[in-house]
Each structure stands twice: as structure tokens, then as C-alpha cells.
């Protein structure tokens, strides 16, 4: 089992770059794929970009290219570069044991709080 916690969301503007990061605790964090999904106000959760046990990464379309997913032995990180105000949202970050970089959230069994992404035009 892991418990995870993000943190870095914050107010910006629109063009800033900001990372995320998702502090795990609990036993072997490396061998968990580890992704991001975000929630927008009277929208559904959607996909951002995951990495997998071995490093391959998967991002969203809508997004690809100023994404940038990483990992280390105990935290998950999301840079997000060239920011929108259609990127405001809660970003969460989820975890599971499958190995693969999955972009369903079913395929996820462990989920942090949520971080608040801001931007302002």
C-alpha cells in the first residue's frame, strides 16, 4: 500500500511553467506506475500523463509537448510548461502496481488529495 501526497499547485499566469510533486510513503514507490489526472470545476477527471515501473511515459494528446513526467525512488513529479487558464484545475496523482504507464483512472487504486492549479490570462 502507499499514500501519497501532492504539493506546488499554486496561482500563476498564463505562459509559467510549474512542477508538481507527489510524495509517496509506504514500501517499494519504484515499482509502481505513477500518474496525473486533473479535474477541472463541472468537469470530469481526465488524463494528464503517466510513467511506468521501468520509465516509459504516456501523456494526453491535448497536451503533449509541454508535459514532462518523472519519478524517483519516493516522489512523483509533473512539469507543466506554457500554462492555460483552461489548465486550472485540481491535478491529483495516482498510483498502482500494474507497471505500465495506463492513462484509465480505474487502473488506479491509490490517490493523493489533489493539488489547486491556478491561471490567470
Known amino acids: 500500500q502507499v499514500q501519497l501526497v501532492e504539493s506546488g499547485g499554486k496561482l500563476v499566469q498564463a505562459g509559467d511553467s510549474l512542477r508538481l510533486s507527489c510524495a509517496a510513503s509506504g514500501r517499494s514507490f519504484s515499482t509502481y506506475t505513477v500518474a496525473w489526472f486533473r479535474q477541472a470545476p463541472g468537469k470530469e477527471r481526465e488524463f494528464v500523463a503517466s510513467?511506468?515501473?521501468?520509465?516509459n511515459t504516456y501523456y494526453a494528446d491535448s497536451m503533449k509537448g509541454r508535459l514532462a513526467i518523472a519519478r524517483d525512488k519516493n516522489t512523483g513529479y509533473l512539469e507543466i510548461n506554457s500554462l492555460k487558464p483552461e489548465d486550472t484545475a485540481v491535478y491529483y496523482c495516482?498510483?498502482?502496481?500494474?507497471?505500465?504507464?495506463?492513462?484509465?483512472?480505474?487502473?488506479?487504486?491509490?490517490w493523493g488529495q489533489g493539488t489547486q492549479v491556478t491561471v490567470s490570462s
Open positions: 495516482a498510483a498502482d502496481l500494474g507497471g505500465w504507464p495506463y492513462a484509465a483512472a480505474d487502473d488506479y487504486a491509490y
Open positions: 510513467i511506468g515501473r521501468g520509465g
